[in-house]
């Protein structure tokens, strides 16, 4: 069989307003495009919100990129809302989202099953809270229960508020693997964008993919930095 190598991406986009506080999606857009992601994982992605000017950011993003796209929000408001979105190059076959525990910081975890040229592949992207402990236990008693199950290719992603150091990361770490270890890039830290001290934005993979290559994008469109793995997987 031959092994398919796909390119991921997961980015905390800021609504789409850059480090020099503009409402800047446009230019989301061109490093999303620099990438040349087969599925991107987004969060901080606003919905016909009055102040990103109504746009639908996931819908605009995907068509500009010929992708499909899912969206699940995190924060209804009167008008619109922001949640995190899942875009792919491949046909989605599903999707669903996990509300998680905490009842004072509203998160989700958005997960996406995707076709791949037959193989389907399960991506699940969230945006963990402030802190600690609830991010410990979310990711020990509902996201990675979702994930370690798998029998195809699995990808967790996402912007988990947490630098590596940290006890919830060292327990992902220990069942999954941090394409972090292909880092190919001078870059080590995704935020903050215009003075980068931490790494808290991550693609883990299951024990059916590979790791190949690994780097951060040096952009000043959102406050965080892209984070870009190539994996492979029969």
Not at 27 to 34: D, H, S, T, Y
Not at 135 to 160: E, M, Q, S, V
Not at 198 to 205: N, S, V
């Amino acid at each position: 069989m031959i092994r398919l190598i796909l390119k991921i991406v997961t980015y905390n986009i800021h609504h789409g307003v850059d480090i020099y506080n503009n409402l800047n999606l446009k230019g989301v857009l061109q490093v999303l495009q620099q990438t040349e992601a087969d599925i991107i994982a987004l969060q901080e992605v606003d919905r016909y919100r009055p102040q990103t000017h109504l746009q639908n950011q996931a819908a605009w993003l995907a068509k500009k990129l010929s992708m499909g796209y899912v969206y699940s929000p995190v924060r209804n408001y009167k008008t619109g809302s922001y949640g995190n979105a899942i875009l792919s190059k491949y046909s989605i076959l599903s999707s669903s989202n996990h509300r998680l525990h905490d009842m004072t910081d509203i998160r989700y975890c958005l997960r996406a099953d995707i076709d791949t040229n037959g193989s389907t592949l399960s991506i699940f992207n969230t945006h963990l809270g402030l802190k600690q402990p609830v991010r410990y236990t979310n990711l020990k008693n509902i996201i990675l229960p979702l994930i370690l199950p798998l029998r195809n290719p699995g990808i967790l992603a996402g912007d988990f508020n947490a630098p590596d150091d940290r006890p919830e990361v060292h327990m992902v770490s220990a069942l999954l693997t941090d394409t972090f270890k292909s880092n190919s890039s001078p870059f080590v830290y995704t935020y903050p964008a215009a003075n980068p001290s931490a790494r808290i934005d991550y693609i883990f993979i299951n024990q059916k993919c590979i790791p190949l290559n690994f780097y951060i994008v040096d952009s000043t469109a959102s406050d965080h930095l892209p984070v870009v793995a190539e994996i492979s997987y029969l």
